[in-house]
């Protein structure tokens, strides 16, 4: 990882952590804001620690690390403009994609991963 990237990544995660500090709940209730907050620094926490070995093992995989980069990016901008600190979820059909024939559910899967947007490429991995 080079330096810019590293101050990259650590200017993210300050920024997360001062978003946190300032939440607000869009339903306004103290036990909301308490939760949502919590919930964003368990998230930025535990995607940060996962995605810390991606640095380490992979050092010149610089595509990936900009691919982290640019979700985390993403969805600290959607939060912001949605006021709900959870990711939003895809709306696709399971089983919509393509028939279940031979090779079928194979390309469904490859459909379902391509489809997936950006801000939500680790959130199943972590749930």
Known sequence: MTTATRQEVLGLYRRIFRLARKWQAAS????????????????????FQKNKNVSVQRLTDTDLIKQCIDECTARIEIGLHYQIPYPRPIHLPPMGLTPLRGRGLRSQEKLRKFSKPVYLKSHDEVS
């Open 28 to 47: 306004g209730q103290m036990e909301d804001t308490i939760k949502e907050k919590q919930y964003i620094l368990n998230e930025a926490r535990t995607l």
